[in-house]
Nanobody, 116 residues
Framework: VQLVESGGGLVQPGGSLRLSCTAS????????MIWYRQAPEKARELVAS????????HYADSVKGRFTISRDDDKNTVYLQMTSLKFEDAAVYYC??????????WGQGTQVTVSS
């Protein structure tokens, strides 16, 4: 199982970024995909999740209305479109995959920096 995040970077407040997480080594369409983030000295936070069929989507209250999670099962990729970014959105963003087996796998993370 491999998960590779990309798309992080430096953005000004109010800006946008789209994160991608490309997966391999498992049946992607059956896996629930989750985006987490962790800022320095803060607990890991679940940002957004999307079920295997993509019919169930959830967001943390802190990102509702600003972030959108989506998936492309043909590309084995899950996305996190982030808009209206705030200073407090700065963190390392990780994607994870929950498989039918009950196991969860993680990517290496991608850094999002929000700075003026």
């Amino acid at each position: 199982v491999q998960l590779v995040e990309s798309g992080g970077g430096l953005v000004q407040p109010g800006g946008s970024l789209r994160l991608s997480c490309t997966a391999s080594g498992f049946t992607f369409r059956r896996a629930a995909m989750i985006w987490y983030r962790q800022a320095p000295e803060k607990a890991r936070e679940l940002v957004a999740s999307i079920s295997g069929p993509g019919t169930s989507i959830h967001y943390a209250d802190s990102v509702k209305g600003r972030f959108t999670i989506s998936r492309d099962d043909d590309k084995n990729t899950v996305y996190l479109q982030m808009t209206s970014l705030k200073f407090e959105d700065a963190a390392v963003y990780y994607c994870s995959a929950w498989l039918d087996s009950g196991n969860e796998y993680w990517g290496q993370g991608t850094q999002v920096t929000v700075s003026s």
